[in-house]
């Protein structure tokens, strides 16, 4: 018996095992990576991605940055996220030594900070020239934060219309937008406009806030990215990456680290960034991702109800947080 596809994500929803299938999940025959589909791109990609934010930047050497990089494409990850706002550039000029030699072994996206159109549009110039290639793979709005931000990127001179023509103009082949601290307003954007990625804070914690008259108000489990955000994602098949993974350290030491990255991977997503301030963190990382299998769905309830407690204290944190 055949059944919708939206019925089949509504599914995935709740079973990890769907969930990872769902995704076009594969192994690269060569380095043993499993890969996945991300989304309407049709790209395989790695199931986690380097994160190049602050954690890449705790590299003080440039040399162990780049070997870093290095040693991580050299294991599989073929998923480069980094972002302008990253040390202002800084991250995207290590990123392009590596690019040199080995652009057409990797999906490299970026970040735009900008809201205004003409600021976005000379910055995504200089992304370019930083990352020393003529495109990238995707390009993100960074860091959606409130109704009235979203306004911002909407308006006439704001940075959304340059990225529908940054991708007209292929210097982007696709373009998306991500969110750390408002699942509703993220959900709104979604359902707005046809983005063909987004990346959303999907840990066990169900790290979210949202903005209420006279400050931030916490919400309550439902009202996190992964009940909000993340069914509208599927459901119009964009490629989805979760970040805040370890909840910018928050949930080390109150879970295993494989059991944090095991959650976020049994969801419906393409991708998992982690920050990797050292080499062994990428070799374990990598080890983990290599012989991952979903959390079954008692794990997947418990997880969160058990990392309750860290949950006030992380949506305070993210609700002015960027990575920078």
């Not at 979604?190 to 983005?195: S, V």
Request: glycine share 8%; hydrophobic share 40%.
């Amino acid at each position: 018996m055949s059944i919708s596809r939206r019925k089949f994500l509504e599914t995935t929803a709740v079973t990890p095992l769907a969930a990872h299938f769902a995704q076009g999940a594969s192994v690269d025959k060569r380095t043993g990576m499993p890969t996945r589909i991300l989304g309407k791109t049709g790209a395989a990609v790695s199931c986690i991605a380097f994160g190049c934010g602050s954690r890449f930047l705790m590299y003080k050497d440039e040399d162990k940055a780049l070997e870093a990089v290095n040693r991580a494409i050299d294991l599989g990850i073929t998923y480069i996220d980094t972002a302008y706002g990253y040390g202002n550039g800084k991250s995207e000029t290590r990123i392009g030594h590596v690019m040199k030699t080995r652009r057409k072994e990797v999906w490299l996206a970026t970040k735009i900070n900008k809201r205004n159109g003409d600021e976005a549009m000379r910055v995504i110039e200089g992304s370019l020239e930083r990352l020393q290639t003529d495109h990238v793979d995707l390009l993100h709005i960074h860091s959606l934060t409130t109704p009235e931000d979203l306004a911002e990127i909407e308006a006439n001179d704001g940075v959304l219309k340059v990225l529908y023509k940054v991708k007209e103009q292929k210097m982007a082949r696709f373009i998306g937008i991500t969110s750390h601290s408002d699942p509703h307003v993220l959900k709104t954007a979604l359902e707005r406009h046809e983005f063909d990625c987004t990346q959303m804070a999907l840990n066990a914690a169900r790290v979210g806030m949202r903005n209420a008259p006279g400050g931030m108000a916490i919400n309550p489990m439902r009202d996190s990215f992964e009940a909000l955000a993340l069914p509208v994602a599927n459901r119009k098949n964009m490629g989805v990456i979760a970040m805040k993974i370890f909840g910018q350290e928050g949930l080390v030491g109150k879970a295993p680290i494989e059991k944090l990255i095991r959650y976020s991977l049994s969801l419906p997503v393409a991708a998992a960034v982690l920050g990797m301030p050292k080499i062994e963190f990428i070799e374990e990382n990598i080890r983990i991702a290599k012989s991952f299998q979903p959390l079954p769905k008692r794990e997947m309830q418990a997880l969160p109800a058990n990392l309750s407690p860290q949950k006030a204290e992380l949506d305070r944190f993210f609700a002015n947080h960027i990575d920078a």
